[in-house]
């Protein structure tokens, strides 16, 4: 077919909220891909969640037809996420495809995120000797600005800052609106003029890069796949070079977005390939797919894994659930291979897994498809960074829980990950971003002007200040217009204490904490507060204690379930009264004497981690 010859693979590309779910439905209206009746707004957002939240989380590839000229073309479109956390998405979006549009909301300009992606987009793709191969590394990027029907577009100043970013010239800049269909036609003729077209030969050996997987309970493991070189079809066998696994192919098939089946998939096109596998390890994001029994052959270099900064334990509130939880990580970590799972054991928690998230939203996202997906109800524990101690004969260990923090009298020195943290701002918010930022302990490194109104603001501060609520502060001193990106610089020296919390004398680990020194009274102070008001009264009165290396820095009494031994007396006896009291306070200290461990229900550890 003459269209094979003119396939293009691109994805868009930007800050969150800036119009790519919106520009993508246009797309596939304009193609025909989805019929008007059946057109929903952002339909590419498979996941309730995605809709629910307004943003996309995962990469979602489709594919389209268009005619141009009397030419027929086949458009792969990879629609990206636009936050921080998923950028991991968008690195592996692409290495699968020869270019991008960069879209940038009129109204706000350029954001940080914009220039993250941006950089992304930027590096190399691919080194080898393959003709295809190279030709990748003539990535384009289609500068266009969205939104300009709103009454705050600010397109000739936004063109100014895109411009100056890209180093490219104003009029080379598009202007559409993805919400009305204003040029985006026009728009999808530059995709298919400026993007180069795929070169990979269909007779050599079939070579194709894992960009994304799923799991199928029928087809097993359905890799998501570009093909650079050769042709694949139903019933023959492959070989995963990285997993060194082998089997037959079940089904090959595109995106329409759905999984629609075909004959075969040839160089140059994207699609998927239902594996066959049913065991996760075997089936890795990254990987070369060729086919078996062919002379050896070179892999793709594949993607560099994410390393996690932020780590929560997870664990069943029934421990029954256990094997459940095990299942629904090994299969979720398919579709997001940037998060990692260990597993763990707690004394009053049971089994369970350490996970490792590339930021708190990344963490949020992924506990909530647990709950949703798989029906689990879970404990969360506090969300923590990654530690790291240098002891007394200096030998460094990275800490990724409280649990494994070692003794005060074996360490030498502390260190924490720090980050380069971006943020561009309007002016008119200059001063409130300086009294937000004052409470990180972050140190200004530099400013920068995008035209006339934006501020790029350059700061490194301690990973642990931003990964909880600094976001929210930020956007709430902004009313909104504020942006941030950060990017991990490595470990510096940091003054670090762990919190244990006693209850009756008994340290619970799971309540444990690592925090900065200067922080420990209002941290351990906070926490048990908190436990005497959610903790449910026991028989005998209970001292909550917060602990640093043994000394007491915090402390409250729950107070002792009493029951009304006086209700069934009528009557004035005091004698009679005072008797019963006595007797009750006699048995409440015998209990208390025995040690009967203190039973904690799951809730109190929610709250308690919730208000953390």
């Not at 796949?225 to 082998?246: A, D, H, M, P, V």
């Not at 949020?364 to 029906?375: A, D, T, Y």
């Amino acid at each position: 077919m003459e269209e094979r010859k003119n396939i293009i693979n691109f994805c868009i590309i930007s800050h969150i909220d800036h119009g790519k779910s919106t520009l993508s439905d246009r797309f596939l209206e304009l193609t025909g891909t989805v019929s008007k009746k059946k057109m929903r707004p952002q339909y590419l957002d498979l996941m309730d969640l995605e809709r629910e939240k307004g943003i996309t989380i995962k990469m979602q590839p489709v594919r389209m037809s268009y005619t141009l000229n009397a030419k027929p073309y086949i458009l792969n479109l990879i629609d990206t996420p636009g936050h921080v956390d998923f950028s991991y998405e968008v690195s592996r979006s692409l290495a699968a495809v020869e270019g991008a549009i960069l879209l940038v909301d009129a109204t706000k300009g350029i954001q940080a995120q914009t220039i993250h992606n941006l950089e992304l987009a930027k590096k190399p793709r691919y080194y080898s000797s393959s003709a295809e191969l190279r030709g990748r590394q003539n990535f384009v990027i289609i500068p266009v600005v969205n939104k300009i029907d709103s009454l705050y577009a600010r397109v000739e100043e936004v063109k100014a800052e895109i411009s100056q970013v890209l180093n490219v010239e104003e009029r080379e800049i598009l202007s559409i609106s993805a919400k009305n269909g204003t040029n985006v036609e026009e728009l999808l003729k530059v995709v298919i003029e400026k993007i180069p077209k795929h070169t990979g030969s269909e007779d050599a050996p079939f070579k194709a890069l894992i960009f994304d997987s799923k799991y199928d309970s029928f087809k097993g493991i359905i890799a998501y796949i570009r093909i650079f070189e050769g042709k694949i079809k139903t019933g023959e066998q492959i070989y995963l070079i990285g997993g060194k696994s082998k089997s037959i192919v079940k089904e090959v098939g595109y995106f329409k977005p759905g999984l629609t089946p075909a004959l075969e998939l040839k160089a140059g096109e994207i699609g998927y390939l239902a594996t066959g596998i049913k065991e996760p390890g075997r089936v890795r994001v990254g990987d070369t797919i060729t086919k078996l029994n062919t002379a050896e052959i070179k892999p793709l270099p594949g993607y560099k894994e994410p390393k996690p900064v932020v780590f929560a334990s997870l664990y069943p509130e029934s421990p029954e659930d256990f094997d459940l939880l095990k299942e629904s990580l090994n299969k979720l970590e398919l579709s997001d291979p940037s998060f990692t799972f260990e597993q763990e054991a707690k004394e009053m928690l049971g089994r369970g897994y350490l996970c490792g998230f590339l930021g708190s939203l990344h963490a949020e996202i992924v506990i909530e498809r647990l709950q949703r997906e798989f029906g689990l109800h879970l404990i969360i524990s506090h969300p923590s960074v990654v530690y790291k101690i240098i002891d007394k004969k200096g030998k460094e260990v990275l800490v990724f829980s409280p649990i494994d923090w070692p003794d005060v009298s074996s360490i030498q020195n502390t260190e924490e990950l720090w980050v380069k943290l971006e943020i561009i701002v309007p002016k008119k918010y200059f001063g409130k971003i300086f009294k937000v930022l004052e409470t990180t302990k972050g140190k200004h490194i530099e400013n920068k002007f995008f035209g006339k109104e934006q501020v790029l603001l350059i700061y490194e501060v301690p990973l642990r200040e931003i990964i909880k609520d600094f976001y929210d502060k930020l956007k709430g001193a902004t009313e909104g217009f504020a942006s941030m990106n950060y990017e991990i610089l490595g470990f510096r020296k940091a003054d670090l204490v762990k919190l244990d919390i006693l209850i009756a004398g008994k340290k619970e680990k799971a309540f444990s904490k690592i925090i900065p020194k200067e922080n420990t009274f209002l941290e351990g102070r906070k926490i048990v507060s908190k436990l005497k008001e959610v903790l449910p009264p026991q028989q005998f009165a209970l001292p909550l204690q917060a602990v640093i290396s043994g000394k007491i820095i915090a402390r409250e009494t729950l107070s002792a379930r009493r029951k009304d031994v006086l209700a069934s007396i009528y009557g004035g006896d005091y004698t009679r009264k005072k008797k019963l009291l006595q007797r009750q306070k006699k048995g409440k200290k015998k209990l208390k004497g025995r040690s009967l461990p203190i039973k904690i229900p799951p809730k109190v550890f929610l709250e308690i981690f919730k208000s953390s």
